[in-house]
Each structure stands twice: as structure tokens, then as C-alpha cells.
């Protein structure tokens, strides 16, 4: 969708003000901590972009609140997993030698979104040290929640995600629905039965460039939207759902989105066992 066609598809003015007040009715205000994932197409054509929306964001919590949104980049990988696009085999060594070195401040956001992108930009935001995982964060926690970031803890507890928890965290899902809700991610972990695979990235280690390796949750995103569904079904008190400029919205409390989501996929990962122990044995 072109910007023509956002603009013919919004039917009000929308500016930094108007999407201040749709938070509040959204029952965001100064000191909230929010998880945000955005699609500004949704929302509609916004006087100043981008920028406006972030600002919009940062007034409304105030320094008193934080706002983080992922901001991974995910090409720091190793390229035999790669299938969006996937390279040539030759290639794969190669890219392991050159693949810059992961930089928080340089490291470009990789299918991210244009919201993500402003505030990465803003000179107070601060991004974890993940080299393909990272998050950015605003505000008050951001420091203590970005500062560390294993490796090998991509969104488990260790990672910003896990710090998170436990802070009354709200999820926002603005004109995105449940597959794109990172906060999920720390459920998979958390649930039993969690699979793991060799990955690889480019980072500094002593000043030097250096391509290491890794274990790497196996993850399946794919997943959230029926868990999401079901989570709505059983708690249907727990989704605030209001429009953010056109955007459908909804607003989750993180920690009982997550408490819900370890339950669903332990469940799930059994039902896998047993259909994978029936295929074997037919």
C-alpha cells in the first residue's frame, strides 16, 4: 500500500494530538509500561509520520513510563537457516566472514516497521546488546531492561523480555494481531519441551570482529494467533480493544498474556509428542 492509498483510505485527520487522545481512552497514560508493535498503514495517514506517533507515545507515558518495541535483526544469522530470501550455498561462508559486526546504534531493524525505525533514531533510546534479538526501550526502565542480553537467552529470562515480566508491563497490538506479539516468545520458553538449533552471528568481542555461535530457541510464532484467540476466549476481560487512529487495537496485561501462553503451548508441544508418536508407529 502506497502513501496515496493510505491517505484515501483514512477517513479523519489523524495527528500526534488525535493519537493521544485514542491512547488514553485506551487507558495508557504517564508512567505505563508498554510493549508496543505497530502497522502505521493501519493506523492511517498521521500528520508528521512516524515521528508524530512516537511522540505520541513518549508524551503520553512521560519519562515517569517506558516504551519498548522489538528492533531485531535477524539477517545477523547464520545463512544456511536463511529462507526470505535464501542465498546461494557458496555464499554462506563468505557472509559469515564479512557480515558486519553487530552495533546497536547501526545495525539496521530488519522487517520492523517504520515506528520502530523513528525510535531507534531518538537520542535517548537505548537497544540490548542481542546481536539478531535485540529490543529498544524509552523511559524509565530502559536502562536496567536493555543493559544485559545473553546470547543464548534470545527472549527468555535473561533477555529484556524476561526483566520485564513481573512490572506490569502492557502489550500494545496496534493494527497487528497476535503473531506479532514478541511477548509470547518469553512463554515458549518458559514452557517445557523448548528445541533448540545451531546459529551463528557477527559481533565484537575484544574490539575485534568476530563470527560466533550459538544455541538458538527453535520458535514458532506461527502459533499465536490461535493461542491469542483462545486466550480472549477464556479471558475475555483482559483485552481492552479500542481503535488507535483507524487502527483495531487491543491492550493485554503482559504477565497474563505470558502466564496463559506457557499453559497453551505446553499443552500443545504434548499433542505434538503424541501425533508424532502415532505417525511413527503407523
Given at each position: 500500500m502506497n502513501e496515496l492509498d493510505v491517505v484515501l483510505r483514512t477517513g479523519e485527520?489523524?495527528?500526534?494530538?488525535?493519537?493521544?487522545?485514542?491512547?488514553?481512552?485506551?487507558?495508557?497514560?504517564?508512567?505505563?509500561?508498554?510493549?508496543?508493535h505497530t502497522s502505521l498503514k493501519k493506523v492511517g495517514w498521521?500528520?508528521?509520520?512516524?515521528?508524530?506517533?512516537?511522540?505520541?507515545?513518549?508524551?503520553?507515558?512521560?519519562?515517569?513510563?517506558?516504551?519498548?518495541?522489538?528492533?531485531?535483526?535477524?539477517?545477523?544469522?547464520?545463512?544456511?537457516?536463511?529462507?526470505?530470501?535464501?542465498?546461494?550455498?557458496?555464499?554462506?561462508?563468505?557472509?559469515?566472514?564479512?557480515?558486519?559486526?553487530?552495533?546497536?546504534h547501526l545495525t539496521h531493524l530488519r522487517g520492523m516497521g517504520k515506528v520502530p525505525q523513528c525510535l531507534h533514531r531518538h537520542p535517548e533510546t537505548i537497544r540490548s546488546p542481542h546481536p539478531a534479538h535485540s529490543f529498544i526501550a524509552w523511559g524509565h526502565d530502559a536502562a536496567e531492561w536493555m543493559r544485559d542480553h545473553p546470547v543464548e537467552d534470545s527472549f527468555g529470562e535473561g533477555s529484556p523480555l524476561g526483566k520485564m515480566y513481573g512490572s506490569g508491563v502492557k502489550v500494545l497490538l496496534i493494527g497487528t494481531g497476535y503473531d506479532?506479539?514478541?511477548?509470547?516468545?518469553?512463554?515458549?520458553?518458559?514452557a517445557p519441551g523448548l528445541e533448540k538449533y545451531r546459529d551463528g552471528a557477527a559481533v565484537m568481542?575484544?574490539?575485534?570482529?568476530k563470527w560466533i555461535e550459538y544455541d538458538m530457541a527453535d520458535l514458532e510464532s506461527d502459533d499465536f494467533p490461535p493461542l491469542g484467540m483462545a486466550?480472549?476466549?477464556?479471558?475475555?476481560?483482559?483485552?481492552?480493544?479500542?481503535?488507535i487512529g483507524q487502527a483495531d487495537t487491543?491492550?493485554?496485561?503482559?504477565?497474563?498474556?505470558?502466564?496463559?501462553?506457557?499453559?497453551w503451548i505446553t499443552n500443545w508441544r504434548e499433542k505434538k509428542k503424541v501425533v508424532q508418536v502415532e505417525k511413527t508407529t503407523e
Open positions: 485527520f489523524i495527528s500526534k494530538e488525535t493519537i493521544k487522545e485514542h491512547l488514553l481512552h485506551a487507558g495508557i497514560g504517564k508512567g505505563d509500561r508498554i510493549i508496543v498521521v500528520s508528521g509520520g512516524e515521528q508524530a506517533f512516537v511522540e505520541a507515545l513518549l508524551e503520553t507515558v512521560t519519562a515517569d513510563g517506558t516504551v519498548v518495541m522489538p528492533s531485531q535483526s535477524s539477517d545477523n544469522s547464520d545463512p544456511k537457516h536463511w529462507m526470505m530470501p535464501p542465498v546461494p550455498e557458496e555464499w554462506h561462508e563468505p557472509i559469515r566472514r564479512t557480515m558486519p559486526a553487530y552495533n546497536p506479532s506479539c514478541t511477548a509470547l516468545h518469553l512463554s515458549e520458553y518458559r568481542v575484544d574490539g575485534e570482529r486466550f480472549e476466549r477464556e479471558h475475555p476481560e483482559a483485552v481492552t480493544r479500542c481503535k487491543r491492550v493485554i496485561g503482559m504477565d497474563q498474556l505470558v502466564d496463559f501462553g506457557v499453559e
